[in-house]
Protein backbone atom coordinates (compact mmCIF):
# COMPACT_ATOMS: atom_id res chain seq x y z
CA UNK A 1 0.00 0.00 0.00
CA UNK A 2 1.28 3.59 -1.03
CA UNK A 3 1.52 6.14 1.43
CA UNK A 4 1.44 9.57 0.60
CA UNK A 5 1.96 12.78 3.14
CA UNK A 6 2.47 16.30 2.31
CA UNK A 7 3.99 18.69 4.12
CA UNK A 8 5.03 22.34 3.84
CA UNK A 9 1.70 24.26 4.19
CA UNK A 10 0.83 27.76 5.70
CA UNK A 11 0.11 31.32 6.16
CA UNK A 12 1.80 33.70 3.99
CA UNK A 13 1.47 36.90 2.53
CA UNK A 14 0.38 37.79 -0.51
CA UNK A 15 3.70 37.94 -3.28
CA UNK A 16 5.38 35.45 -0.98
CA UNK A 17 6.75 31.86 -1.88
CA UNK A 18 5.65 28.50 -0.30
CA UNK A 19 7.32 24.82 -1.24
CA UNK A 20 5.14 21.96 -0.46
CA UNK A 21 6.87 18.88 -0.30
CA UNK A 22 4.91 15.48 -0.98
CA UNK A 23 6.69 12.09 0.04
CA UNK A 24 5.44 8.86 -0.82
CA UNK A 25 6.29 5.17 0.93
CA UNK A 26 5.22 1.45 0.10
CA UNK A 27 6.04 1.44 -3.41
CA UNK A 28 8.13 1.78 -6.14
CA UNK A 29 7.87 5.66 -6.53
CA UNK A 30 9.62 6.26 -9.86
CA UNK A 31 7.08 3.70 -10.92
CA UNK A 32 4.52 6.81 -10.36
CA UNK A 33 2.91 9.95 -12.01
CA UNK A 34 2.76 12.21 -9.40
CA UNK A 35 0.12 15.17 -9.22
CA UNK A 36 -0.70 18.66 -6.96
CA UNK A 37 -4.29 19.44 -6.26
CA UNK A 38 -5.69 21.62 -4.50
CA UNK A 39 -9.81 22.25 -2.93
CA UNK A 40 -11.14 25.48 -1.67
CA UNK A 41 -14.25 25.71 0.54
CA UNK A 42 -17.52 24.94 -1.31
CA UNK A 43 -15.15 24.30 -4.76
CA UNK A 44 -14.46 21.08 -6.75
CA UNK A 45 -10.92 19.48 -6.27
CA UNK A 46 -8.85 21.53 -9.23
CA UNK A 47 -5.83 19.88 -10.55
CA UNK A 48 -2.64 22.18 -10.80
CA UNK A 49 0.69 20.50 -11.72
CA UNK A 50 1.74 16.56 -12.88
CA UNK A 51 5.37 15.17 -13.26
CA UNK A 52 6.32 11.65 -14.82
CA UNK A 53 8.05 9.03 -13.57
CA UNK A 54 10.69 10.57 -15.61
CA UNK A 55 10.16 13.81 -14.45
CA UNK A 56 10.23 15.01 -18.49
CA UNK A 57 6.81 15.12 -18.66
CA UNK A 58 4.59 18.30 -16.53
CA UNK A 59 1.33 18.82 -17.14
CA UNK A 60 -0.56 22.11 -15.62
CA UNK A 61 -2.54 24.45 -15.72
CA UNK A 62 -2.94 28.00 -16.59
CA UNK A 63 -3.82 29.58 -13.40
CA UNK A 64 -0.49 28.80 -12.29
CA UNK A 65 1.33 28.84 -15.45
CA UNK A 66 4.72 30.76 -14.24
CA UNK A 67 3.91 30.72 -11.01
CA UNK A 68 4.10 27.02 -9.91
CA UNK A 69 6.61 24.47 -10.63
CA UNK A 70 6.75 20.93 -9.88
CA UNK A 71 9.71 18.94 -9.57
CA UNK A 72 10.87 15.17 -8.06
CA UNK A 73 13.92 13.47 -6.73
CA UNK A 74 13.45 9.67 -7.20
CA UNK A 75 16.06 9.12 -5.25
CA UNK A 76 14.33 10.80 -2.04
CA UNK A 77 10.93 9.60 -3.12
CA UNK A 78 9.59 13.11 -2.86
CA UNK A 79 7.89 15.55 -5.15
CA UNK A 80 8.09 19.42 -4.46
CA UNK A 81 5.42 21.85 -5.74
CA UNK A 82 6.99 25.34 -5.49
CA UNK A 83 4.84 28.31 -5.31
CA UNK A 84 5.58 32.16 -6.22
CA UNK A 85 3.86 34.98 -6.46
CA UNK A 86 1.01 33.20 -4.30
CA UNK A 87 -2.48 35.25 -4.57
CA UNK A 88 -5.17 35.27 -1.70
CA UNK A 89 -7.23 33.19 -4.27
CA UNK A 90 -4.34 30.48 -3.77
CA UNK A 91 -5.95 29.72 -0.23
CA UNK A 92 -6.74 25.95 -0.30
CA UNK A 93 -6.22 22.57 1.13
CA UNK A 94 -3.50 21.17 -1.39
CA UNK A 95 -3.48 17.54 -1.83
CA UNK A 96 -0.58 15.25 -3.34
CA UNK A 97 -1.27 12.09 -5.43
CA UNK A 98 0.35 9.24 -7.15
CA UNK A 99 -0.69 7.10 -10.21
CA UNK A 100 1.10 3.56 -10.94
CA UNK A 101 2.45 4.40 -14.77
CA UNK A 102 1.39 6.63 -17.43
CA UNK A 103 -2.08 8.45 -17.30
CA UNK A 104 -3.88 9.69 -20.35
CA UNK A 105 -5.83 12.04 -18.43
CA UNK A 106 -3.54 13.32 -15.62
CA UNK A 107 -5.36 16.43 -14.91
CA UNK A 108 -8.43 14.37 -13.69
CA UNK A 109 -8.61 13.41 -9.66
CA UNK A 110 -9.96 9.74 -10.85
CA UNK A 111 -6.54 9.41 -12.51
CA UNK A 112 -4.87 9.40 -9.16
CA UNK A 113 -4.37 5.96 -6.89
CA UNK A 114 -3.17 7.47 -3.97
CA UNK A 115 -4.03 10.57 -1.94
CA UNK A 116 -2.20 12.38 0.93
CA UNK A 117 -4.72 14.01 3.84
CA UNK A 118 -3.60 17.22 2.68
CA UNK A 119 -1.78 20.45 3.50
CA UNK A 120 -3.28 24.07 4.15
CA UNK A 121 -2.28 27.09 2.61
CA UNK A 122 -3.82 30.36 3.46
CA UNK A 123 -2.57 33.33 1.44
CA UNK A 124 -3.61 36.78 3.47
CA UNK A 125 -3.69 39.76 1.36
Known amino acids: QVQVVESGGGLVQAGGSLRLSCAAS????????MGWFRQAPGKEREFLKGISWSGEDAYYIDPVKGRFTISRDNAKNTVSLHMNSLKPEDTAVYYC??????????????????WGQGTQVTVSS
Open 97 to 114: AARLGVCTNCMSPTAYDY
Open 26 to 33: GGTFSRYT
